[in-house]
Nanobody
Framework: QVQLVESGGGLVQAGGSLRLSCAAS????????MGWYRQAPGKQRELVAR???????NYADSVKGRFTISRDNAKNTVYLQMHSLKPEDTAVYYCNADIRMDYFSGYSPVPWGQGTQVTVSS
């Protein structure tokens, strides 16, 4: 009943930039925290960055100073601006969010979307 659609990935050279977007749609009453995750081949999915409804952010140490997470609450969309990309940033990037579907429900995460591939060449 809630879908997440990620976009903006691609192939970029080391040192380049990309901006990812993730739009939530469907039965949404309100959204609490939103986050970006990534999964590289053979590795577990990891949290990259997270932003609360109030705009507080936190980042994985590996991306601090290079990535910036932001959100547009009117569009139910979260963004990830990535600069100074490194080959080790290569992964499928996913978003997720704590969503409340109606007045009587609590916040809970939603099914993962397809993700968007980011490939950084050296």
């Amino acid at each position: 009943q809630v879908q997440l659609v990620e976009s903006g990935g691609g192939l970029v050279q080391a040192g380049g930039s990309l901006r990812l977007s993730c739009a939530a749609s469907g039965r949404i009453f309100s959204i609490n925290a939103m986050g970006w995750y990534r999964q590289a081949p053979g590795k577990q999915r990891e949290l990259v960055a997270r932003i609360t409804a109030g705009g507080n952010t936190n980042y994985a140490d590996s991306v601090k100073g290079r990535f910036t997470i932001s959100r547009d609450n009117a569009k139910n969309t979260v963004y990830l601006q990535m600069h100074s990309l490194k080959p080790e940033d290569t992964a499928v990037y996913y978003c997720n969010a704590d969503i409340r579907m109606d007045y009587f429900s609590g916040y809970s995460p939603v099914p993962w979307g397809q993700g968007t591939q980011v490939t950084v060449s050296s």
